[in-house]
C-alpha cells in the first residue's frame, strides 16, 4: 500500500499516540498515483480532514480538498458510511470546566456572544428569555459570567440571586469570546474560554485572533469567509483528535496538489513544505509541484504561494513513502 510521507518528521507536529483507527479509509487523488490511509474526522463542503495512518504508532492531521480527489472518493465522502466515520469520530467529546463541570459535546466553530441580563416585573431574563426556562446548560454558564465580568464569587445560588436582586431594572451586557458547542440532540451552545481549564485552552486558543480578524472584516468579505471556514474546519479536526488521546494540539498541514502532466525523463515529482509568514493566517502547507530539480521546485512553490517561507523539498517519483 502507498502511504503519504509522515509529515510530522519534518513540520514538528505534535505526534498522536496508541490511537487505533475505527474507520480507516485509503483515500487516492485524480491522478490515482498519490495514495493515503486514514480517518476521516472532519469535513465541509470544500475540505476534508484525515488523521493519518503510519507504520509506526504515530498520527498526523492532513487537510485536502474535496476536489483534488479521485472520483470514487468524492462519492465515499457523500455516502453514509462516510457519515458514521464522522460520527464515531465525534463521539464521547467531554470537556472538564474550571469548575469541574463536564460537558459532553462536539466543538465546531469560533464564536463572540453579547448576553444581556435584566430584572424585570420581579423575574429575571437573560437575551429576554426567563432564566428558569432556560436549558440547564446556560443556568451553569450565566453565573460563572457574571463571576467573570463582575469578580464576585457565584459559588451558591444564594450568591446569584443576591446579585440579581442588587441589579434592579438595570440592563447588564456582557461579551465574551469562545467557542460553539454542539451537544448530543444537535443544538449548539457558547461556552466562553475563560471556563475552560489551562489544558485545554492550549488546544482551542491558538487561531482564535485570525479567526476574530477574519469575522470583524467588512472589507474583504468573501477571503475573510475563507479563512472562517478553515479555522472551523480545523478546530474540529484538532479537537476531536485531542479527544481522542488527551494529548497536546496536533497541527494541521493542508496538501495542495499543482499536477500537470509528467514528461517522461524531463521533469520529476517534487514536494515542498512551507511555512506561513508572520502575519499570514494560515497553516504549514505541502506542495506537489512538477519540476527538473529541487530549486526550480521550490522556486515554482513560493511563486504559487506568497506569504510563505520555503522549507524543505523532496523528490517523490510518483509516491509518497
Known sequence: MI??????????????????PADAHEFTDKSGKLKVEGTLVAIDDKEVVIK?????????????????????????IRSAESQDALASAGERHSWTLRNGTVVVGKIVDFTRRDI???????????NDRRFENLPEI????????????????????????????AQRINVRTFTFDGVLMELANGDEYA?????FQESELRLLQPHWEEWLKAHM?????????????????????????????????????????QMTAVAAGVVDMWEVFMFPLPGTPSYPISVVVMAR????????????NPGFSVGPARKLNGRFR
Open 191 to 195: 461556552i466562553p474560554f475563560f471556563l
Open 52 to 76: 493519518l495512518d503510519s507504520p509506526a504508532k504515530g498520527r498526523e492531521l492532513l487537510a485536502v480538498a474535496i476536489d483534488q480527489l479521485s472520483e470514487e472518493d468524492q462519492k465515499w
Open 293 to 304: 530539480n529541487s530549486d526550480v521546485a521550490s522556486q515554482m512553490a513560493l511563486a504559487q
Open 138 to 165: 446556560d443556568r451553569k454558564i450565566i453565573p460563572r459570567i457574571v463571576q467573570e465580568f463582575d469578580k464576585r464569587p457565584m459559588e451558591t445560588d444564594a450568591q446569584f440571586q443576591n446579585w440579581i436582586l
Open 116 to 126: 444581556s441580563m435584566q430584572r424585570r416585573r420581579g423575574r429575571f431574563y437573560v
Open 3 to 20: 502511504t503519504w510521507l509522515r509529515i510530522a518528521a519534518l513540520l514538528g507536529v505534535l505526534v498522536l499516540v496508541d490511537i487505533v
Open 217 to 257: 472584516d467588512t472589507v474583504n468579505r468573501e477571503a475573510a469567509i475563507e479563512q472562517e471556514r478553515q479555522h472551523a474546519l480545523y478546530l474540529q479536526s484538532q479537537a476531536a483528535a485531542y479527544q481522542q488521546n488527551r494529548a497536546e494540539m496536533a497541527q494541521i498541514a493542508r496538501l495542495q496538489l
